[in-house]
C-alpha cells in the first residue's frame, strides 16, 4: 500500500439520524463547476493550516450499520494519516472531518451537501447510496468541490458530466450484468423473479440484471415492487410462488432482503435469492433470521481483490476491528482509499485547493487497501472489479472475483 506523506486530525462529528434508498432527483445542474470552496488560509507562525474533508452518509435507522461503517472508515483514515505528520507546499496540515446524515433520503441528502458547501470543506466522500449521491453531485459540482463515491453504483452518477464526480467502485452496469449471466449459466435460472425497491440503486440494478438474464437466454417474470421500509411481501411472494421460479432476484437494501428471505421460507417459495451490494453484508445472516440455506444465497459486491492484495485487505479488517470493536460491514475499505487518494491529489498538486488538486485527483494512480485506483474521463474506476459470494453457516464465503 502507497505510504503517505499527509496529516490529518479528525475532530468528532455527529451521528443523525435515518436510512433506506429513495429515488433521485434529475439533473440540472451545469457541467462546469463555478469553484466556490474556500482554499486553507496560511496558518501564522508555522501552524497546521485546517483543511476540511466532508462524508456524508445515513448513520442511524435501518441501514445505519453501513452508513456508520463507511464513516468509521473515513475516520480510521484520518487517524492514521494525522499520525503521519504531513505537510502539502510546504505548510504542516490537519483535517478535519466534517460528518453528515443524509438519512438515505434526497432531500436530506441535499441538505447536507448544502451544508458541506457552506461549510467550504476542499473535498466531499459520499456519498452511501445513489438515490442521495446523484442530486447531491449537482451542489458539488457547482461549488467546484471534488466528490468522490465509495459505494454509489448506479451509473447515472459519473453519466452527468460533472468533472467533480468520481467513484471507486464498478457500477450497476458491470454489477447486475455480471448477476444476471450467472444467474442463467451457472445457477441455471430458466424462469426468473426479480423484485426492486423502487429506488435509484434497486431499480437500477434490477434493470441491469434483468436485459442481462434475457440476453443469456432467461426468462425473467413480471416485475414486482416493493419499497426500501417494507415488512410485509405476502402478495408479491405469492405472486411469484404460482410461477415456480429457479432464481428471486432482490434489487435493494439487507434490511429488506431478510424479512424478504423469512417469508420466501414461511410461504415455501424455494429458490436461490440474489441480489447487489446491498444485501451481500455481514448482517444478512441476522435479518434472513434462520431462513437462509447454506449456499442459497449469492450475491455480488462492487469491488474486490485477488492473490497479494489480499492481505493487505485483511490486515485493514484486522486494523478496522481492534480501532472499533466492530467488523467491517461492507464499504468502510473503500471509503478509506477515497480519503487518501483525494489526500495524495492535494500533495502532488501542492495544494488543497479543489480548483488546483481537481486535475491531480483526474490522473490518480494509487495502489491502497482495495486495489489499484485509476479513473476514466468520466470519473469512473478503471477496470473495476465485482466480488460474487454465497453463504454458508451464517458467514460470507467468496465465489469468485470477476473483472
Do not use: W
Not at 27 to 54: D, H, L, N, R, Y
Not at 265 to 280: E, H, P, R, S, T
Not at 368 to 389: C, E, M, P, Q, S
Request: neutral net charge; proline residues 5%; aromatic residues 6%.
Amino acid at each position: 500500500m502507497t505510504k503517505f506523506t499527509l496529516s490529518i486530525v479528525a475532530s468528532a462529528a455527529v451521528l443523525l439520524a435515518a436510512c433506506g434508498k429513495k429515488e433521485e432527483a434529475p439533473a440540472t445542474a451545469a457541467a462546469t463547476p463555478a469553484p466556490a470552496a474556500a482554499p486553507a488560509a496560511p496558518a501564522p507562525g508555522g501552524e497546521a493550516i485546517v483543511v476540511k474533508i466532508g462524508h456524508v452518509g445515513p448513520t442511524s435507522g435501518t441501514g445505519a450499520h453501513l452508513g456508520k461503517d463507511n464513516e468509521m472508515g473515513a475516520r480510521m483514515a484520518i487517524d492514521d494519516l494525522n499520525a503521519k505528520g504531513v505537510t502539502i507546499g510546504g505548510q504542516k496540515v490537519k483535517f478535519e472531518l466534517l460528518a453528515e446524515d443524509d438519512a438515505s433520503d434526497p432531500k436530506q441528502g441535499t441538505a447536507a451537501a448544502q451544508k458541506l458547501v457552506d461549510a467550504k470543506v476542499q473535498g466531499v466522500i459520499g456519498h452511501l447510496n445513489s438515490g442521495t449521491t446523484i442530486p447531491a453531485s449537482q451542489l458539488y459540482n457547482a461549488a467546484g468541490i471534488p466528490q468522490i463515491s465509495p459505494s454509489a453504483t448506479n451509473p447515472k452518477y459519473t453519466r452527468q458530466g460533472y468533472n467533480t464526480a468520481f467513484r471507486v467502485v464498478a457500477d450497476d452496469v458491470h454489477l447486475g450484468g455480471t448477476l444476471g449471466r450467472y444467474a442463467v449459466s451457472e445457477l441455471k435460472g430458466k424462469t426468473i423473479a426479480i423484485i426492486d425497491d423502487r429506488t435509484a440503486y434497486g431499480q437500477g440494478l434490477a434493470d441491469e440484471f434483468d436485459k442481462a438474464v434475457k440476453a443469456a437466454g432467461g426468462t425473467p417474470l413480471e416485475r414486482q415492487f416493493t419499497t426500501d421500509k417494507a415488512t410485509d411481501f405476502t402478495a408479491i411472494l405469492t405472486a411469484i410462488k404460482a410461477k415456480k421460479p429457479d432464481v428471486v432476484f432482490f434489487g435493494g437494501m439487507d434490511a429488506v432482503a431478510g424479512p424478504m428471505m423469512r417469508q420466501m421460507k414461511q410461504l415455501g417459495v424455494n429458490a436461490k435469492f440474489m441480489g447487489g451490494d446491498g444485501i451481500c453484508t455481514g448482517e444478512l445472516p441476522k435479518l434472513a433470521g434462520g431462513a437462509m440455506a447454506d449456499g442459497q444465497v449469492v450475491c455480488a459486491e462492487a469491488g474486490g481483490v485477488e492473490g497479494e492484495q489480499k492481505a493487505a485487505m485483511e490486515a485493514f479488517r484486522e486494523k478496522f476491528k481492534a480501532k472499533f470493536g466492530v467488523d467491517v460491514q461492507l464499504y468502510a475499505p473503500y471509503v478509506y482509499d477515497a480519503v487518501n487518494v483525494m489526500v495524495v491529489s492535494m500533495e502532488k498538486a501542492g495544494s488543497p485547493d479543489p480548483a488546483k488538486y481537481l486535475p491531480e485527483l483526474h490522473k490518480a494512480d494509487y495502489n491502497g487497501v482495495t486495489g489499484h485506483i485509476a479513473f476514466d474521463d468520466k470519473g469512473d474506476i478503471k477496470n473495476g472489479a465485482l466480488t460474487l459470494y454465497t453463504y454458508k453457516d451464517g458467514k460470507r464465503e467468496q465465489i469468485a472475483v470477476v473483472r
